[in-house]
Protein backbone atom coordinates (compact mmCIF):
# COMPACT_ATOMS: atom_id res chain seq x y z
CA UNK A 1 0.00 0.00 0.00
CA UNK A 2 2.95 2.69 1.00
CA UNK A 3 4.44 1.70 -2.52
CA UNK A 4 1.25 2.83 -4.32
CA UNK A 5 0.81 5.81 -2.42
CA UNK A 6 4.61 6.69 -2.71
CA UNK A 7 3.98 5.84 -6.93
CA UNK A 8 0.65 8.15 -6.73
CA UNK A 9 2.82 10.55 -5.51
CA UNK A 10 5.56 10.78 -7.99
CA UNK A 11 3.09 10.58 -10.82
CA UNK A 12 1.37 13.53 -9.80
CA UNK A 13 4.52 15.33 -9.21
CA UNK A 14 5.27 14.63 -13.19
CA UNK A 15 1.74 15.37 -14.00
CA UNK A 16 2.45 19.36 -14.77
CA UNK A 17 5.92 18.74 -15.70
CA UNK A 18 4.78 20.10 -19.24
CA UNK A 19 2.06 22.33 -17.80
CA UNK A 20 -0.68 19.91 -18.64
CA UNK A 21 -3.96 21.93 -17.22
CA UNK A 22 -3.10 25.27 -17.64
CA UNK A 23 -5.19 28.02 -19.66
CA UNK A 24 -4.72 30.71 -21.55
CA UNK A 25 -6.00 33.53 -20.29
CA UNK A 26 -7.40 32.04 -17.38
CA UNK A 27 -4.37 30.62 -15.36
CA UNK A 28 -2.23 32.96 -13.47
CA UNK A 29 1.63 33.28 -13.21
CA UNK A 30 1.21 31.69 -9.87
CA UNK A 31 -0.41 28.90 -10.83
CA UNK A 32 1.77 28.12 -13.09
CA UNK A 33 4.29 28.23 -11.42
CA UNK A 34 2.54 26.25 -8.52
CA UNK A 35 2.28 23.15 -11.21
CA UNK A 36 5.77 23.86 -13.14
CA UNK A 37 7.90 24.35 -10.37
CA UNK A 38 9.88 27.62 -9.59
CA UNK A 39 10.74 29.13 -12.75
CA UNK A 40 14.88 28.88 -13.79
CA UNK A 41 14.56 32.24 -15.36
CA UNK A 42 12.46 35.25 -15.99
CA UNK A 43 12.93 37.59 -19.06
CA UNK A 44 10.88 40.58 -19.47
CA UNK A 45 9.13 41.04 -22.86
CA UNK A 46 6.84 43.11 -25.21
CA UNK A 47 3.40 45.51 -23.87
CA UNK A 48 4.55 44.57 -20.23
CA UNK A 49 4.65 40.50 -20.71
CA UNK A 50 7.06 38.68 -18.90
CA UNK A 51 8.46 35.18 -20.19
CA UNK A 52 8.86 32.85 -17.19
CA UNK A 53 11.39 29.44 -18.54
CA UNK A 54 11.01 26.33 -17.31
CA UNK A 55 14.09 24.34 -17.96
CA UNK A 56 13.80 20.13 -18.25
CA UNK A 57 17.54 20.15 -19.25
CA UNK A 58 19.36 18.03 -19.88
CA UNK A 59 17.33 14.79 -19.40
CA UNK A 60 14.22 15.96 -20.34
CA UNK A 61 15.34 18.03 -23.41
CA UNK A 62 12.74 20.94 -23.17
CA UNK A 63 12.51 24.61 -22.50
CA UNK A 64 8.89 25.79 -21.82
CA UNK A 65 8.58 29.46 -22.55
CA UNK A 66 5.08 31.00 -20.27
CA UNK A 67 4.52 34.23 -21.69
CA UNK A 68 2.56 36.18 -18.86
CA UNK A 69 0.35 39.16 -19.81
CA UNK A 70 0.38 42.37 -18.01
CA UNK A 71 -2.82 41.13 -16.45
CA UNK A 72 -0.68 38.37 -14.94
CA UNK A 73 -2.58 35.27 -17.01
CA UNK A 74 -1.02 33.11 -18.97
CA UNK A 75 -0.68 33.93 -22.88
CA UNK A 76 0.95 30.90 -23.77
CA UNK A 77 3.47 27.95 -23.39
CA UNK A 78 5.50 26.50 -25.26
CA UNK A 79 8.23 23.86 -25.89
CA UNK A 80 11.06 25.61 -27.64
CA UNK A 81 13.56 23.48 -28.32
CA UNK A 82 12.22 22.27 -31.77
CA UNK A 83 13.72 21.40 -34.82
CA UNK A 84 10.65 24.42 -36.19
CA UNK A 85 12.82 26.66 -34.11
CA UNK A 86 16.17 25.97 -35.98
CA UNK A 87 14.60 27.52 -39.03
CA UNK A 88 14.73 31.08 -37.46
CA UNK A 89 18.51 30.76 -36.29
CA UNK A 90 20.28 33.18 -38.86
CA UNK A 91 24.36 33.47 -39.01
CA UNK A 92 25.31 37.39 -38.83
CA UNK A 93 22.26 38.73 -38.01
CA UNK A 94 21.00 37.21 -34.74
CA UNK A 95 22.51 37.75 -31.71
CA UNK A 96 22.30 36.22 -28.20
CA UNK A 97 19.30 37.85 -26.87
CA UNK A 98 17.22 36.74 -29.91
CA UNK A 99 18.82 33.49 -29.38
CA UNK A 100 17.98 33.08 -26.03
CA UNK A 101 14.61 35.11 -26.68
CA UNK A 102 13.85 32.00 -28.78
CA UNK A 103 15.65 29.05 -27.28
CA UNK A 104 15.83 30.04 -23.83
CA UNK A 105 18.59 29.56 -21.32
CA UNK A 106 21.10 27.13 -23.13
CA UNK A 107 22.13 23.87 -20.44
CA UNK A 108 25.87 25.22 -20.98
CA UNK A 109 27.74 28.08 -21.94
CA UNK A 110 31.08 27.76 -22.41
CA UNK A 111 34.00 30.00 -23.74
CA UNK A 112 36.66 29.67 -26.09
CA UNK A 113 39.11 32.40 -25.88
CA UNK A 114 41.60 31.35 -28.55
CA UNK A 115 39.09 30.67 -30.85
CA UNK A 116 37.34 34.39 -30.19
CA UNK A 117 33.86 31.85 -29.13
CA UNK A 118 31.12 31.78 -26.47
CA UNK A 119 29.41 28.70 -27.13
CA UNK A 120 25.56 27.64 -25.88
CA UNK A 121 24.38 24.00 -25.72
CA UNK A 122 20.93 23.03 -25.96
CA UNK A 123 20.49 19.45 -25.51
CA UNK A 124 17.50 19.13 -28.21
CA UNK A 125 14.97 15.84 -28.31
CA UNK A 126 14.61 14.35 -31.83
CA UNK A 127 12.54 11.09 -33.18
CA UNK A 128 15.50 8.71 -33.33
CA UNK A 129 18.76 9.88 -31.66
CA UNK A 130 19.34 12.44 -28.91
CA UNK A 131 20.22 15.71 -30.68
CA UNK A 132 22.43 18.67 -29.35
CA UNK A 133 22.48 22.33 -30.51
CA UNK A 134 26.03 24.06 -30.52
CA UNK A 135 25.15 27.86 -31.08
CA UNK A 136 28.63 30.06 -30.91
CA UNK A 137 28.87 33.49 -30.98
CA UNK A 138 31.79 36.39 -31.42
CA UNK A 139 32.59 38.74 -28.99
CA UNK A 140 29.84 41.17 -30.33
CA UNK A 141 27.48 38.53 -29.30
CA UNK A 142 26.59 37.77 -32.73
CA UNK A 143 25.65 34.51 -33.86
CA UNK A 144 28.08 33.04 -36.13
CA UNK A 145 27.37 29.38 -36.40
CA UNK A 146 25.17 26.71 -35.44
CA UNK A 147 25.70 23.14 -35.61
CA UNK A 148 22.58 20.66 -35.00
CA UNK A 149 23.75 17.10 -34.71
CA UNK A 150 23.76 13.57 -32.77
CA UNK A 151 24.65 13.70 -29.20
CA UNK A 152 28.52 13.41 -29.33
CA UNK A 153 28.26 11.92 -25.76
CA UNK A 154 25.99 9.29 -26.75
CA UNK A 155 26.86 5.24 -27.64
CA UNK A 156 25.72 4.74 -30.79
CA UNK A 157 22.58 2.37 -31.02
CA UNK A 158 22.36 -0.45 -33.17
CA UNK A 159 20.93 0.05 -36.87
CA UNK A 160 16.57 -0.17 -36.48
CA UNK A 161 17.06 1.06 -32.51
CA UNK A 162 15.98 4.26 -30.97
CA UNK A 163 16.68 5.96 -27.28
CA UNK A 164 12.89 6.23 -26.72
Same mark, same amino acid.
Not at 104 to 110: E, I, L, S
Given at each position: MRYLIVFSLLLAGCAGFDGRGLVPGVSTATEVEALMGPAAERRAGRDGESVLWFSRQPYGRENYAARIGADGKLVSLEQRLTVENLAYLERGKMTDESVHDLF???????????????? *??? *??? $? $??? *????????????????YYYMDDPELPRLPAGRSRR
Open positions: GPPYKVNQFPRMQREI *WTY *WMP $A $AEE *WKVLFVQFSPDHVLRE
